[in-house]
């Protein structure tokens, strides 16, 4: 398994912008379907967004569509999870995830991904 390192987290205000990073090692990046997800306090891990390995799909959470685009750079093993416009309900634990050997798909379960990152925490305020 690839092993994932999240960054860009922070505190912002209600209407602001963020970038998630998600660093992978491993020379097999390019062969996983990506994803992002988020755990509120309380609440159960949901989905927020994936990307197919050449990043020929992309899927969202409805509560995000329109706000966060998600994209990645298999040169530099990264993905990427830009978030504008966002709200105190966006307020989480984000974490990036990954799935080996789908080609041109995407999955949304937290029980798809066998690969996770350690999480960043995203806090808006209002």
């Known amino acids: 398994q690839v092993q994932l390192v999240e960054s860009g987290g922070g505190v912002v205000q209600a209407g602001a912008s963020l970038r998630l990073s998600c660093a992978a090692s491993?020379?097999?990046?390019?062969?996983?379907?990506m994803a992002w997800f988020r755990q509120a306090p309380g609440k159960e891990r949901e989905f927020v967004a994936a990307i197919s390995w050449n990043a020929g799909k992309t899927s969202y959470a409805d509560s995000v569509k329109g706000r966060f685009t998600i994209s990645r750079d298999n040169a530099k093993n990264t993905v990427y999870l830009q978030m504008n416009s966002l709200k105190p309900e966006d307020t989480a634990v984000y974490y990036c995830?990954?799935?080996?050997?789908?080609?041109?798909?995407?999955?949304?379960?937290?029980?798809?991904?066998?690969?996770w990152g350690q999480g960043t925490q995203v806090t808006v305020s209002s």
């Open positions: 995830a990954g799935r080996y050997g789908l080609t041109n798909t995407v999955v949304t379960g937290t029980h798809e991904y066998g690969a």
């Open positions: 491993g020379r097999t990046f390019s062969r996983y379907v």
